[in-house]
């Protein structure tokens, strides 16, 4: 098996991380796009989620991660039996993650599911593929928010559709990959074809936003429905 090289290094993020609620208990967030989850191995990529709040709420811990470029909605543990609680809620595929996205192009069917395996292959990395000897399973929906023109420089237009995804599955790149199985990379992703089509290549983001997360809050018992606005 080949050794995986992580080679990349984050530029640096001068976003701040909004937090949006905080008990005793838990932190809601919003991420930035453009910081890291967790710190790397390589020291260059220290700066972090993690290692941004552990300087104000010690003790923390991430129950979930975004991708790099992704921004919106974490929730983070403030204890490890919090962290404990919340993780079994992942694991039963209790919580709800709904994410904002642009797609590249204009969809045919107003909604649907995008059903197909993911693996890992370290030859590949960071890339995951779709595999349906290898790979895990995984499940996405996504619904159609509108269908879109933007102008290009050149003053030609650019056809894209904003979705709203939400995955059954938690799959490493799910969203990304899927999207691009779909035929319709989500625009601004460099892994997975959406910054191909003219007039993409300098889109400044991953479009791709967590928007909404439904949990229950394992001291109160009380059903959470965090929702963040897309920034795009």
Do not use: W
């Not at 192009?105 to 990395?125: N, Q, R, S, V």
């Amino acid at each position: 098996m080949s050794a995986i090289i992580d080679t990349f290094i984050a530029p640096p993020c001068h976003d701040q991380i909004d937090i949006l609620y905080q008990d005793d208990h838990l932190l809601l967030i919003n991420k930035p796009s453009g910081l890291l989850s967790l710190s790397g191995k390589n020291p260059q990529n220290l700066d972090s989620v993690h290692h941004r709040l552990v300087k104000l709420f010690p003790g923390c811990t991430l129950v979930h991660r975004l991708d790099f470029g992704t921004s919106g909605l974490m929730v983070i543990a403030r204890n490890k039996a919090i962290n404990a609680a919340l993780c079994q809620q992942f694991s039963n595929r209790t919580v709800t993650k709904m994410y904002s996205a642009l797609l590249c192009g204009h969809l045919d069917d107003d909604e649907g599911i995008i059903d197909a395996p993911i693996a890992k292959d370290p030859a590949l990395f960071p890339l995951m593929s779709i595999c349906a000897i290898h790979g895990k399973p995984a499940r996405s929906r996504y619904r159609v928010a509108e269908r879109i023109y933007h102008e290009r420089e050149d003053g030609t237009l650019l056809p894209l559709t904003r979705v709203e995804l939400t995955p059954e599955t938690g799959r490493t790149h799910q969203l990304r990959i899927h999207c691009q199985q779909l035929g319709h990379p989500i625009l601004g992703c460099d892994l997975y074809g959406g910054l191909l089509l003219p007039g993409t290549e300098r889109t400044p983001r991953l479009m791709l936003h967590a928007s909404e997360l439904h949990f229950v809050h394992p001291v109160s018992d009380e059903p959470v429905v965090a929702r963040n606005d897309s920034p795009f």
